[in-house]
Nanobody
């Protein structure tokens, strides 16, 4: 059964940090392409971070240098460490998986809300 379950969302202050775990089943983080997306009302879902099966990383310019994607193969869990948060990071955050190589066939979780306030 495929499940991607995000947690760790909530409220944070500007300049603060949050870490989002995503428990994965039905995919294998050590072999599949994994990513984090976010979406705000009225806007398209945006990919903000991606990690390939070989550990190659990529980030959207909007989060580069502040967010870190990582994975724990033993726990089959994906993480997003978010630092230096600002109000523009307020969004619904989604964990996503793409079987094998990264070719855009994403499957998303239900999402977790992050709200950053000053």
């Amino acid at each position: 059964q495929v499940q991607l379950v995000e947690s760790g969302g909530g409220s944070a202050q500007v300049g603060g940090s949050l870490k989002l775990p995503c428990a994965v089943s039905g995919y294998t983080v050590s072999r599949d392409c994994m990513g984090w997306f976010r979406q705000t009302p009225g806007k398209a879902r945006e990919r903000i971070a991606r990690i390939t099966s070989l550990g190659s990383l990529s980030y959207a310019d909007s989060v580069k240098g502040r967010f870190i994607i990582s994975k724990d193969n033993a726990k089959n869990t994906l993480y997003l460490q978010m630092n230096s948060l600002n109000t523009e990071d307020t969004a619904m955050y989604y964990c996503a998986a793409d079987r094998g190589p990264c070719d855009g066939n994403w499957r998303w979780g239900q999402g977790t809300q992050v709200t950053v306030s000053s």
